[in-house]
């Protein structure tokens, strides 16, 4: 599926958003599920800077916002000492191995969380911090 055709069903979808639930399956789902990969792996962005100026996609913070309606809440685990918490967004770093983070280039320290859907430049360094869904971390 194109960016374009996951737009629009997002959009589409957005108008419809009551209806959009954790049931729902198919193609609106698989359009948010596209989104999010897209955001992860640094394709998309919600925001960016354009001519100087920051212009935000909608289509890709409606799909962020979409997630919450098809998602339930989970148990999450994962933390430091093996702390857990409930919430809808997995962890990016959720079954993650050293091969993994060394593929990825970037390094991540005690005490840094980053939900799934956000971005971590190659040569980034987390120091304790709290990376929220969506987010583009550059290098430098």
């Known amino acids: 599926m194109s960016f374009a055709a996951i737009e629009k069903t997002i959009d589409?979808?957005?108008?419809?958003?009551?209806?959009?639930?954790l049931q729902t399956r198919g193609e609106i789902r698989d359009a948010v599920?596209?989104?999010?990969?897209?955001?992860?792996?640094?394709?998309?962005?919600?925001?960016?800077?354009?001519?100087?100026?920051?212009t935000v996609n909608q289509w890709l913070k409606?799909?962020?916002l979409l997630s919450f309606r098809l998602n339930d809440m989970a148990v999450?685990?994962?933390g430091a000492n093996g702390s857990t918490w409930f919430d809808k967004v997995p962890m990016?770093?959720?079954?993650?191995?050293?091969?993994r983070f060394r593929t990825a280039g970037f390094r991540a320290?005690?005490?840094?969380?980053?939900?799934?859907?956000?971005?971590?430049?190659?040569?980034?360094?987390?120091?304790?911090?709290?990376?929220?869904?969506?987010?583009?971390?550059?290098?430098?």
Request: net charge negative; hydrophobic share 45%.
């Open 12 to 21: 589409a979808a957005w108008e419809a958003r009551d209806g959009v639930t």
């Open 33 to 54: 599920e596209a989104a999010l990969e897209a955001l992860d792996g640094g394709k998309l962005r919600v925001a960016e800077k354009k001519d100087g100026a920051w």
């Open 62 to 64: 409606k799909a962020v």
């Open 76 to 78: 999450m685990s994962g």
């Open 92 to 99: 990016k770093f959720e079954g993650w191995d050293d091969a």
């Open 109 to 140: 320290l005690p005490g840094c969380v980053v939900r799934r859907s956000a971005y971590i430049a190659p040569g980034a360094v987390l120091l304790p911090c709290f990376v929220n869904l969506g987010a583009f971390v550059d290098s430098g």
